[in-house]
């Protein structure tokens, strides 16, 4: 008895060593696999977005340094009464714009796009004054430098906080 008992011992560990064990190894590995596919792919994709940020970067970087410039010649343009200057200075900063709203979400496309028009209203009413209107050069630098941090601020954000 003792003997039996012996053996049906050694043959439950044999049975377990020859067909679970095995399994257990192979259901790591297969686990192991799957995990390591899984972060591979992440990597990947990852890194296909990373490229594209970088090779939308100096397109974004070049319209938007010529949108702020268009913006600075404008209020020149302005506040010199020339109608010519200014008709192309909002030309270019439209024409900038709509380079750079291929990189903006519909939402902050039509947002921004209603900033650009408000500023070129501005604009406008700036060339209309007459030069010996009550608004002092003070007051129209200090609404010029709020609505061009506005569009900066919304517009930085916009194309480039947050690439991935």
Known sequence: MRRSSAEVAEQKLRRL???YIPLGGLLIAILTLGV???????NSASQNRANLYEASLPSKLDSFSSFIDAMYR????AT?????AL?????EMERT???LESFLKQEERESAWQDVQNFQRFLNRIYDMPEA???TLADVAQEFTSWRTKIRDTLIKDL???PY
């Open 74 to 77: 404008g209020l020149s343009s």
């Open 80 to 84: 010199k009464q020339n109608a010519q």
């Open 133 to 135: 209107a009550d608004r």
């Open 36 to 42: 390591s596919n899984y972060i591979q792919f992440s």
């Open 160 to 162: 480039f906080a947050n």
């Open 97 to 99: 714009f709509f380079k």
């Open 17 to 19: 060593s020859t067909a």
């Open 87 to 91: 008709e192309r200075d909002e030309t």
